[in-house]
């Protein structure tokens, strides 16, 4: 198992030994040669550190880390081959899962401090999305890979699920980010620039922890915030097959808690995006009507899904969404006319006495809205 980082007045880690580092260097103006620095990082070869010597990698990840070493950036980056984003596991992979890379990465992410605005910070928001893209890389590995799974990957799944509301509040925290939009990055780009981008990695390390808890039976309770970034995260991607999966997750989440966690959710939710001073909820509203009105799968499926998540936020949040249907900024359906229609719908597509029920309960809740 990995070791935990050290911070503060805590004990100094030691520089780990490498075979790939130059211990001398020719000077350019004297041509003497000299020794290179023990502190001096710029002289190691990280990508053969990084596929040479991957027991190596977590060790080195958090001395520089500790110490605020800019080479932490080079290690990360020679780091993407060894890990992979192809359809399997590299043969360093074994060597970084057993020595907990996904757990430090974890723990380095929700320290304090990181994604900082100060100029000059060592966890600015340029090394806070490294770190970021690097889990999610990791966490593809698990989720999204059809490899065979590894006996390792339970102790790192474990060890990351102990600090996971600890990062839905850290990526919740810098929700803000996510207006970096994807549609900005020219479509025929590659995932290693997709990862230099906020929302994209944010997005993956929030839904793969959402699945890899589900998959271990971990119930998300909305006051972890998970739902709160996804829901704002939906606004921000172009992509219609994962604003369904954004609303599916969320949906579960909202039926798996208590009843009375829904209105301080949409009420969280609602604050943070009206504190911000920006235009996320008409565009939210504006966006999220007709996608509703156009999914019309039947049962329990996106359709119902999107409608529940959408009754739910009108019908707590009545006094702001009322005031965005009035105005001129919202573009969208008449919300009125939209509820009245989706009423029928959905009463009509029920099949069975306890989709009748859960039909119902849908209704009660959009009538109210309409009041």
């Given at each position: 198992m990995h070791r935990a980082l050290t911070h503060g007045s805590a004990r100094a880690l030691v520089q780990p030994p490498t075979r790939f580092r130059a211990i001398s260097y020719r000077d350019p103006t004297t041509a003497a040669t000299l020794p290179v620095a023990s502190d001096d990082l710029t002289c190691v070869d990280w990508q053969r550190v990084a596929l040479q010597e991957s027991m190596r990698v977590v060790e080195w990840i958090r001395y520089m880390h500790q110490h605020e070493h800019k080479a932490v950036l080079k290690l990360l980056e020679a780091l993407r081959p060894a890990i992979n984003y192809g359809e399997q596991r590299t043969p360093q992979w074994r060597n970084l899962a057993i020595t907990g890379l996904p757990v430090v990465l974890v723990e380095?992410?929700?320290?304090?401090?990181m994604f900082s605005t100060t100029p000059g910070a060592f966890k600015d928001i340029k090394y806070s999305i490294a770190i970021m893209s690097m889990l999610a890389l990791c966490f593809r590995i698990v989720v999204t890979f059809d490899a065979p799974q590894d006996p390792n990957d339970g102790d790192w799944i474990f060890g990351c699920l102990q600090k996971r509301d600890q990062l839905f509040h850290t990526l919740w925290n810098v929700h803000y980010l996510c207006r970096t939009r994807r549609s900005t990055i020219p479509p025929d780009v590659g995932m290693p620039d997709l990862l230099e981008h906020f929302p994209f990695p944010a997005h993956i390390v929030v839904s793969h922890m959402v699945?890899?808890?589900?998959?271990?039976?971990?119930?998300?309770?909305?006051?972890?915030?998970?739902?709160?970034?996804?829901?704002?995260?939906?606004?921000?991607?172009?992509?219609?097959?994962?604003?369904?999966?954004?609303?599916?997750?969320?949906?579960?989440?909202?039926?798996?808690?208590?009843?009375?966690?829904?209105?301080?959710?949409?009420?969280?939710?609602?604050?943070?995006?009206?504190?911000?001073?920006?235009?996320?909820?008409?565009?939210?509203?504006?966006?999220i009507v007709p996608y509703a009105r156009g999914h019309r799968t039947a049962g329990g499926g996106s359709a119902y899904q999107y409608l529940y998540v959408?009754?739910?936020?009108?019908?707590?949040?009545?006094?702001?969404?009322?005031?965005?249907?009035?105005?001129?900024?919202?573009?969208?359906?008449?919300?009125?006319?939209?509820?009245?229609?989706?009423?029928?719908?959905?009463?009509?597509?029920?099949?069975?006495?306890?989709?009748?029920?859960?039909?119902?309960?849908?209704?009660?809740?959009?009538?109210?809205?309409?009041?």
């Open positions: 380095i992410l929700t320290e304090d401090g699945l890899l808890s589900t998959e271990t039976s971990q119930r998300i309770p909305l006051s972890a915030h998970a739902a709160h970034f996804l829901l704002y995260y939906w606004v921000y991607t172009p992509d219609a097959s994962e604003r369904t999966s954004v609303i599916s997750q969320v949906y579960a989440m909202m039926k798996k808690d208590m009843a009375e966690s829904i209105p301080v959710f949409v009420q969280q939710f609602i604050a943070a995006c009206t504190a911000e001073k920006s235009n996320h909820l008409i565009r939210f509203l504006n966006e959408l009754t739910a936020l009108l019908r707590y949040g009545a006094e702001t969404f009322a005031r965005i249907a009035v105005s001129p900024d919202y573009k969208s359906v008449e919300l009125t006319q939209f509820l009245i229609v989706q009423c029928h719908w959905q009463l009509c597509c029920k099949e069975g006495s306890r989709d009748n029920a859960e039909a119902w309960k849908l209704i009660f809740g959009m009538l109210e809205c309409i009041e």
